[in-house]
């Protein structure tokens, strides 16, 4: 009965083996999936940068059409038209600006997902560390309760033994008392 609790609890620990394995290359698969995140966050914070940097160069395009427009009055229709291109273009920049940002939230909400899930795994990792403690506990203390039954039982066959030594011996006497007795009245 105890070899059936051994086995067990080793298939148990076996179970709880195998979960933890799938938990930390879980874990390890999150981590991996939250460094892409990170990388792609740094790449949209520089394709911002590069847009600011546009904007700013359009801003001062649009400052350098207003001189010429002063100081070239008879041209003034195609610097008009000019400025509306330009308009239309920081629309699109502002467009797509807004599209990255929007893309920036969703990857931030992503990552507040992720870090609550990897929050999750750790406390369910340290449930399982404490689960296989007590079993490893339990399973000493098993082995100190097999240990004693063993010493007894050890102790009981070797007094079994000394008791059927005794009493070969005297039934050999006996015998050689009937075997004399025997001779005796023959």
């Known amino acids: 009965m105890s070899e059936e609790i051994l086995l ?4 148990r620990l076996g179970h709880i083996e195998n979960t933890l394995h799938l938990l930390v290359e879980s874990h390890k698969r999150l981590e991996a999936e939250q460094q892409e995140i990170r990388k792609e966050q740094q790449e949209i914070r520089r394709e911002q940068q590069e847009m600011r940097k546009e904007q700013q160069e359009i801003r001062r395009e649009q400052q350098e059409m207003r ?20 308009e239309e273009e920081q629309a699109h920049i ?7 940002y929007d893309l920036m939230s969703a ?3 992503r990552q507040d997902e992720t870090d609550a899930a990897l929050d999750a795994l750790a406390m369910d990792v340290h449930k399982l560390h404490g689960e296989v403690s007590s079993i490893h506990q339990r399973l000493d203390s098993l082995e100190k309760k097999v240990d004693s039954h063993a010493q007894s039982f050890n102790e009981q066959l070797n007094n079994i033994k000394l008791d059927i030594t005794f009493l070969s011996n005297k039934v050999i006497e006996h015998e050689r008392e009937i075997y004399k007795i025997k001779n005796i009245i023959l």
């Open 107 to 109: 990857l931030l909400h």
């Open 94 to 100: 502002k467009a797509g600006q807004k599209e990255l």
């Open 8 to 11: 067990q609890l080793f298939d």
């Open 67 to 86: 001189k010429e427009q002063e100081e070239f009055r008879r041209i003034q229709q195609a610097l008009l038209e000019g400025q509306k291109r330009l």
